[in-house]
């Protein structure tokens, strides 16, 4: 069959389209979450009566813990529409592939949620203006704060200065941010993974995973660097390792983990998607992966 072979976009429009008109209250939900949230803290910041500066920063600090934390509780409900077995057959009678499904449900719960959140932002941006008769203010206040949280999020502080090591300085810098973007999209890519996986409580038992072994990583190297204090085979080790390693720079330490990363995501990525296309109609597990 047609449908079960080859990608269509069509197909894929129409699915979207089909969850965006069937979950229409989730979504007036969630658009007014944000839209609250945003006009609250743009009161707050009237209230406290801030340079504009700092209610910029406000609002980019709202912005950005919307997003990041709000957004991977939303993204863990990528099978929030099929939580059932009855919902999961009628997923899967659609006339469209695994494929196209699962792309739809996680462009709905990552960049529809995203876009949500900036017409939240905007629409608490233009009323904001409406409360601003009842507040001794300055004039700064009534020009839009959306530019200058376009530039924090944009800025990557660079480090900028002339002289020996200033081009390696640049390009330490510009990897770490290019690693912390990309240890978002991981932990993005782990929630939905957790919510292909998890039909219920996904959220909450991806986090205590992610927690939990977060918890064991740190009390291993702990005792590791405890113990290796006094011993002196951790000189030595860090003796052999500037002998055999001195290729192993900053630099190149960073690209390791930039790499190691896009793989990880690249893997839960298709983890979720091996989950999400055997999960449709019987209750997951790891077997079907």
Known sequence: MDTNRYFSFSRLGWVMKRDWMENWKMNLYRFFGPYAAFLLMMIFGYLN?????????????????????????AASFVMETMDTQEKRIAYLMLPATSLEKFISRVLYVTVGFAGLVVIALLLAEATRFLFFPLFDLPDTFKQSVLPLIW??????DMLVFEGPGAKESYLVDKLSNVLGWLLGGWIYSFFILGGCYWHKHAFGKTLGI????GIVGVMALVFVVAEGVDETWWLEFA????????????????????????GLILLNWWLAYRCFAHSQIVKPKFSLL
């Open 49 to 73: 009566e801030e340079s504009f500066e700092d209610f910029a920063k406000l609002v980019c600090g709202v912005l950005g813990f919307i997003l990041f934390f709000v957004g991977t509780y």
């Open 151 to 156: 530039d924090n999020l944009m800025s990557m």
């Open 210 to 213: 992610m927690l939990a072994v």
């Open 239 to 262: 003796a052999w390792s500037e002998e055999y390693f001195n290729w192993l720079t900053i630099t190149s330490m960073l690209s390791l983990l930039i790499w190691v990363f896009v």
